[in-house]
């Protein structure tokens, strides 16, 4: 192997190095959790096989639910950009399911579309915001709504 070879080929191990390790950390950061964060409660296990949560009549993840008005934001919490993100010159958009409740505020989130170094900014936003609950026949209702979480570096 050329000097030139050898040279190229230990600048590129030292600046992949560290970007690697940071992936990795993400992923398993990932991999140990789903997050419930702010207000949000954690989801319990389903014991009835039927896929709904076992409190307060809340719907399960991907149940459909008849409403006549969808839920609207009322506040909205701006994501902390991460700092290890922005050096890392990270940016995209997660996808968050956000659980509202009767009440109008997140009871559960789940990751939709995951960017390990944004997941969890995003999901503690998101847990805070609160929203105008979803109607049916005149009544609040709790249901699942999908909430775009758009992170810029510019």
């Known amino acids: 192997m050329n000097e030139a070879r050898r040279r190229a080929l230990a600048t590129f191990s030292w600046l992949i190095g560290p970007v690697l390790l940071v992936l990795a950390v993400a992923v398993l950061l990932q991999l140990k ?4 964060v702010g207000n949000a ?31 609207e934001v009322l ?19 997660v996808m968050v399911w ?4 009767r009440d109008g505020r997140v009871k559960h989130v789940r990751l939709g579309q995951s960017i390990p170094l944004l997941d969890d900014a995003a999901t503690a936003a998101v847990g805070q915001w609160l929203f105008k609950p979803a109607r049916a026949s005149g009544n609040p209702i709790a249901m699942w709504v999908v ?8």
Do not use: H, M, S
């Not at 956000?98 to 409740?101: E, K, N, P």
């Open 98 to 101: 956000a659980l509202v409740g």
């Open 41 to 71: 409660v954690p989801q319990t296990p389903d014991t009835t096989g039927n896929g709904r949560l076992e409190w307060e009549g809340l719907p399960g993840f991907g149940e459909y639910i008849y409403c006549e008005e969808l839920p």
């Open 75 to 93: 506040i909205r919490v701006e994501p902390v950009y991460p700092d290890i993100a922005r050096e890392a010159g990270v940016d995209g958009t």
């Open 147 to 154: 909430v775009p979480v758009k992170f810029a570096l510019r």
């Open 33 to 36: 959790r789903e997050p419930a």
